[in-house]
């Protein structure tokens, strides 16, 4: 026990970032409990009490394979990987948009292998960062202007080229994800963008594209304002925006001339879910029900996926809420260290994009379980059940593991350099001092 003790601080067995690896660990250890908690509807659906905590044990044990391997993958190898993966993660989120996919909870995001089910949407939002990741580090270069003082930004070709390079696979992953997942579409889109922002793409060339962007958006949700209901949920392409447009109209003061004591409004089908989170947040205090105590867990739909971060409040309080948010802000914190120690840009903004897209994830899932923003169908990263997800979010934090790696012996590196002039500069400051004394 000592040895492994020993190992783990050492670096010989969890290599990287240790604070990451501590945050990892954590979000794992709230999911097994919350998950266990608050499937109690999957129990009595599925008459088996252990079923749906062992299924998260098993991707939980999984993810973490993942995690340990691929952080022993030297992170210059993560060049290899855009090019080919990105297009066959298009191709499957293509077959589930436009021929159908596996029908789950209404949506059509999955694809069915045997018993298993895939959510391609997962697969094209990591390999889309990480080819932005490959063509902003490949654009950048480390020039001298006329003062004389250096610069880092897309300079290498054409200034157009890197952003078209960017927003063209960008604008294919966000469109194919839109059609069934319009949250998923503007959180990728939200990520992209401040990584083209960071790569010090031409800002006419962004401004320009958010132009083109907001007049297409604002014809789009015209369109599914002034189209007849009936005529958008019975067309495939634009079925969803009739469901983006009642969650907005909800959100946005549909319910203002709604009662207080309006039992059928605010626990309808469409509200029910919302309405449950609220009241569990509400009766919770500063340290909540308790572990294992929650009671709005039997009434909420997704009470262990979209809106678990409510039994998280209900059990543990506030307290605990902020514990859970500030392990996410603080995981953000860490990559953004991790990238200002890498001397390459590729791993920079690969860690970056990764870290920014996990932390939007978790705070918009957070931010709709307290009602904040309209219902998105995020779901909360590792803590959240779920397969695919889990899957691909560890593939995430064994890259993130990688890169921390990478900047950790690049750091250790350059600090052997500079003992080495130094102890140079020492021997040399002694010959002057010694040949002084002789003469």
């Avoid at 059609?179 to 401004?207: C, K």
């Avoid at 449950?276 to 997704?302: C, E, M, T, W």
């Amino acid at each position: 026990m000592a040895n492994f003790v020993s190992n783990v601080i050492h670096g010989k067995i969890f290599k990287g970032d240790l604070v990451v690896w501590m945050i990892y660990f954590l979000l794992c250890m709230v999911s097994l409990e919350e998950v266990y908690s608050a499937s109690s509807r999957l129990t009595f659906a599925g008459a088996s009490h252990w079923a749906p905590f062992v299924n998260q044990v098993v991707f939980l044990s999984v993810g973490f394979m993942v995690v340990w391997i691929v952080h022993r993958i030297p992170c210059k190898w993560f060049n290899l990987f855009p090019p080919i993966l990105w297009p066959l993660a298009i191709m499957g989120l293509a077959y589930t948009a436009l021929m159908g996919g596996g029908t789950l909870n209404g949506t059509h995001r999955w694809i069915r292998i045997g018993s298993f089910t895939l959510q391609p949407s997962e697969f094209v939002k990591c390999f889309t960062i990480m080819w932005t990741a490959m063509v902003l580090a490949r654009s950048q270069a480390v020039v001298k202007n006329e003062k004389g003082k250096i610069v880092v930004g897309a300079v290498k070709g054409k200034p157009w080229q890197p952003f078209m390079w960017v927003a063209i696979p960008m604008a294919v992953s966000c469109g194919l994800i839109f059609m069934d997942n319009v949250s998923t579409a503007l959180m990728l889109f939200t990520v992209i963008l401040a990584m083209m922002i960071l790569g010090h793409i031409p800002w006419v060339y962004i401004l320009k594209g958010l132009g083109a962007l907001g007049i297409l958006a604002g014809f789009v949700m015209t369109l599914a304002f002034l189209m007849p209901e009936e005529a958008l949920s019975n067309n495939g392409a634009l079925k969803r925006l009739a469901t983006v447009k009642h969650r907005i109209e909800r959100f946005s003061g549909g319910e203002e001339s709604v009662a207080p004591d309006d039992v059928a409004y605010w626990f309808s089908d469409k509200n029910s879910q919302s309405t449950h989170a609220k009241i569990a947040i509400a009766n919770s205090n500063y340290v909540g029900r308790g572990p294992g105590n929650s009671v709005q867990r039997d009434f909420l739909q997704h009470a262990e996926s979209d809106f678990i971060y409510a039994i998280v409040i209900e059990e543990f309080g506030i307290v605990g809420g902020l514990f859970v948010m500030i392990l996410y802000i603080a995981l953000f914190i860490r990559t953004n260290r991790i990238a200002q120690k890498c001397r390459k840009f590729f791993p920079a903004y690969l860690v970056l994009g990764f870290g920014m897209m996990i932390t939007l994830q978790a705070l918009v899932n957070m931010a709709v379980a307290v009602g904040a923003i309209p219902v998105t169908g995020q779901t909360l990263p590792f803590i959240s059940r779920g397969g695919t997800s889990i899957l691909v979010t560890s593939f995430c934090m064994g890259v993130i593991l990688s890169v921390s790696r990478y900047a950790e012996a690049a750091q250790l590196q350059e600090l052997s350099e500079k003992e080495k002039e130094q102890l140079a500069s020492e021997n040399e400051t002694d010959e002057y001092a010694t040949d002084g004394n002789m003469m």
